[in-house]
């Protein structure tokens, strides 16, 4: 089924919780491993303006159904944060935008630099450039729904669950774009097929990987993924990937994942 994006810029809308009983963190409050994975969350959501940044010097921003969702995702994952803030804030952890922007600042010119490198390469490639932005956003949005879900299954806390189950519906949409994007695209070239294989298997790694602290990025991935049931929603997430056209077999999400979610717990929150 085609994606409508008139539809889905028409109901765009910011995540709800002014329904919900926020004071139910003060009696019922999240332990210490879930308030770690919520930050995490938190801070790569409000880096989403980032990779909004990288696109517009990149052919996806020529695109205008590509243009147009990315201008309400932009919106909807900031949203994400801002919902997600709430709930730290509830827990004395104090989370606002100015804080992460200096956060990517203290990163120096690699992240200065990145939309300059990032334009000249994809506009080397062309408009197959499209098709493996599409598919790693695809890629990115289904391990954000499972990482929400995961959290909603794991906690079990009655107004989180139904926070993160909305956000993760949210996400679901952002999942349908880019999937029916990267598959009509991937379906139409070889050479988008071949391009996109060899970025998700030599450069994919978890969202916020690269911005947030290693120590960070191995906590959140050995508490939603570690175990019997982490190991199957990442087996399905591949799947999810080896799917679209042109890669069978890939398993980036295994590969990327291994590292953190079987190494002995040994961090420690970091000062």
């Keep these: 089924m085609a994606f409508n994006i008139d539809k889905f810029a028409e109901t ?7 329904d919900l009983d926020m004071d139910e963190f003060l009696t019922n409050p999240l332990p210490e491993d879930s ?9 790569v959501e409000y880096h989403t ?17 590509v243009s147009t969702f990315m201008t309400m995702w932009n919106r909807e994952e900031y949203w994400h944060g801002e ?8 827990h004395g952890i104090v989370v606002d935008y100015d804080e992460i922007k200096a956060k990517r600042m203290k990163l120096g010119w690699s992240e200065s630099l990145k939309p300059l490198k990032q334009s000249l390469l994809s506009n080397m ?7 493996t932005h599409m598919a790693w956003g695809a890629a990115n949005e289904w391990s954000a729904v499972a990482a929400y879900r995961r959290m909603a299954s794991l906690e079990k806390h009655p107004v989180l669950a139904v926070l993160l189950q909305r956000i993760a519906h949210q996400e679901s949409r952002h999942v349908a774009f880019y999937a029916t994007q990267a598959r009509r695209r991937l379906e139409a070239s070889r050479k988008a097929q071949r391009l996109t294989r060899f970025a998700l298997r030599k450069f994919w790694a978890p969202v916020g990987s690269g911005v ?7 906590h959140v991935m050995r508490h939603l993924f570690g175990g019997g049931g982490g190991a199957h929603e990442i087996d399905r997430l591949d799947a999810n990937i080896a799917r679209l056209p042109g890669m069978a077999g890939l398993q980036i999400f295994r590969r990327a994942t291994a590292p953190a979610r079987e190494a002995p717990v040994r961090d420690t929150v970091p000062a």
Excluded: K
């Design 12 to 18: 765009s809308a910011r995540v709800n919780w002014s």
């Design 35 to 43: 308030l770690r994975c919520l930050r995490y969350m938190c801070d």
């Design 49 to 65: 303006v980032c990779y909004m940044r990288d696109m517009l010097v990149t052919p996806s921003h020529q695109d205008q159904d």
């Design 83 to 90: 919902a997600l803030a709430e709930v730290l804030g509830m």
């Design 125 to 131: 490639v062309g408009v197959d450039f499209i098709a």
């Design 212 to 218: 947030m602290d290693d120590r960070e990025v191995g």
